[in-house]
Nanobody, 116 residues
Framework: QVQLVESGGGLVQPGGSLRLSCAASGFTVSSVAMSWYRQASGKERELVANIASIGGRTIYGNSVKGRFTISRDNAKNTVYLQMNSLNPEDTAVYYC?????????WGQGTQVTVSS
């Protein structure tokens, strides 16, 4: 059974950092492309970052380029999102996502709030 469990969200001051984790089960994170999305209140869900299965090529949303880094630990079967220089516009629920055997899976989400 495929499961994605996010953790690491919380309240952080502007300019601060957080690292989100997405622990996967039922498949191996190195075998599929993994993504982070976010959804702010009243807005559509948007792609934050993606890491390819082969080669580990990464892509980022324009608003987070240079500040966020996606990575994976194959031994822990976990994907991370390191978020630096956070600002209030980064406030959202962050979701982990994976396509596994033609089916789309989402985690439950973790809230990130950037506020002083």
């Amino acid at each position: 059974q495929v499961q994605l469990v996010e953790s690491g969200g919380g309240l952080v001051q502007p300019g601060g950092s957080l690292r989100l984790s997405c622990a996967a089960s039922g498949f191996t994170v190195s075998s599929v492309a993994m993504s982070w999305y976010r959804q702010a209140s009243g807005k559509e869900r948007e792609l934050v970052a993606n890491i390819a299965s082969i080669g580990g090529r990464t892509i980022y949303g324009n608003s987070v380029k240079g500040r966020f880094t996606i990575s994976r630990d194959n031994a822990k079967n976990t994907v991370y999102l390191q978020m630096n220089s956070l600002n209030p516009e980064d406030t959202a629920v962050y979701y982990c996502n994976a396509w596994v055997i033609f089916k789309n899976y989402w985690g439950q989400g973790t809230q990130v709030t950037v506020s002083s």
